[in-house]
């Protein structure tokens, strides 16, 4: 067979090879970015049930394999998780991402807010846990793990970061450290925020929240 024939017997699989791996990803990897837009707008937009479907539908339209994404996704999904008053889901879900090694490779700012998401996640936690049962032992925990979570995120910002995200991190760090010293008139008395009320509502009839040490 002379070159030339070989040539163009090699160009086809070569090509098939490149549509059924790097093309196929990156077709994917748009039409979930298509959705994800669509998810980011209705979010913004406050329809957080129909972001969280969106967020879902661009999950099942990404690549397996494309890790990047599928983290920026589940980023996301966790925020709109939280609005719905799914914050013990979603604190769960963004635990997990940060535990895979993989996740180190991932761009800064994505790991920022992976981290500051699942700290909110865990305030809400705790703040619905702390209105569910007056016993530290049931809210202490995961009170202290947002807590600690924010005082890591702000002192980063106040190293690397920029004053825009410093004093978000400082009122949720505040938040996070008074909730550990409400008395139970004090809880009694404030305004419940929002979404952890939806928490509340959305968990405790069917004790999905997890209290620590809880007798059988």
Request: aromatic share 6%.
């Amino acid at each position: 067979m002379k070159k030339s024939e070989l040539l163009w017997c090699i160009v086809p699989l070569l090509a098939l090879i490149f549509h059924f791996s790097v093309g196929e990803k990156l077709l994917l990897a748009e039409n979930a970015a298509a959705v994800e837009t669509n998810g980011y707008l209705a979010e913004v937009e406050g329809r957080f049930a129909k972001a969280e479907a969106l967020y879902v539908k661009a999950l099942r339209v990404a690549h397996p394999a494309d890790f990047p994404l599928r983290a920026r996704l589940d980023v996301a999904k966790a925020r709109v998780d939280i609005h719905t008053g799914d914050a013990p889901a979603a604190a769960d879900q963004l635990e997990r991402l940060l535990a895979k090694q993989s996740t180190a490779s991932l761009p800064k700012t994505l790991q920022t807010e992976t981290q500051t998401v699942r700290a909110t996640a865990l305030y809400y936690t705790a703040f619905a846990l702390r209105l569910l049962d007056s016993n530290p032992e049931r809210w202490a925990a995961k009170a202290e793990e947002a807590r600690t979570a924010f005082l890591a995120l702000h002192q980063n910002a106040l190293e690397h970061g920029s004053p825009e995200t410093v004093e978000p991190l400082a009122r949720a760090l505040e938040a996070a450290s008074k909730l550990l010293h409400y008395r139970d008139t004090e809880i009694a008395g404030i305004r419940r925020p929002p979404i952890a009320q939806a928490t509340l509502e959305r968990n405790a009839p069917a004790r999905k929240l997890n209290l620590a040490d809880e007798s059988p």
